[in-house]
């Protein structure tokens, strides 16, 4: 039906807002969540998100092979992606090359565009600040900023938020 991206930088209204969304459609929750409890603090988030997710919900906690968890979904979900920045991560650490992973980001965004119920991917914007000084972050800023263009490429609705706010971005154009 419809596969919205919702990207921005930390604490703006992303994961609110497709939360928000998947509430309206009306459609049973999937939410996929692809963090995973590094250190204590992310141990806390993750537990703050997991207590703030309605009972009802279905949460599939997926770091690596998230296209193959959503393609197990039967069709008329309301599905949430939170968020492909740290499923980029997961798969840095794993190894994976540039290629794979964007590889993957597009086959989610095909998997979106297709599938028969909303879907909602979260990410972050890295990408607007200053060059970073270390290759292994310069190689995630990069990575990331063409996952993001490989999911958006399949979406209805690209959004930046900022501030709790969005802006509607509009395909480029060739």
């Known amino acids: 039906m419809s596969l919205t991206l ?3 930088g930390a604490r703006s209204g992303k994961s609110s807002l497709a939360v928000r969304r ?7 929750v999937v939410f996929v969540a692809t963090g995973q409890a590094g250190d204590d603090e992310m141990a806390e988030r993750i537990a703050r998100h997991r207590a703030e997710r309605p009972a009802g919900w279905t ?3 997926e770091p ?5 968890a959503v393609e197990q979904l039967a069709p008329g979900h309301a599905v949430i992606v939170d968020c492909v920045a740290l499923w980029l991560n997961n798969l840095m650490v794993r190894g ?3 290629a794979a992973v964007v590889a993957q980001a597009d086959a989610l965004g095909r998997w ?3 599938y028969r119920g909303e879907v909602v991917v979260v990410t972050n914007e890295v990408g607007l600040g ?9 190689d995630y800023r990069d990575r990331l ?8 490429s399949h979406a209805d609705l690209a959004q930046l938020v900022v501030a709790g706010r969005t802006l509607t971005l509009d395909p480029v154009e060739d």
């Open 59 to 61: 949460t599939l906690e």
């Open 145 to 152: 900023g063409r996952m993001n263009a490989a999911v958006a």
């Open 64 to 68: 690596l092979d998230v296209v193959g």
């Open 112 to 114: 979106g565009a297709a």
């Open 130 to 138: 200053i060059v970073p000084m270390h290759a292994l972050t310069r």
């Open 96 to 98: 994976d090359d540039e």
């Open 22 to 28: 998947a509430e309206r459609s009306g459609a049973p």
């Open 6 to 8: 919702l990207t921005g």
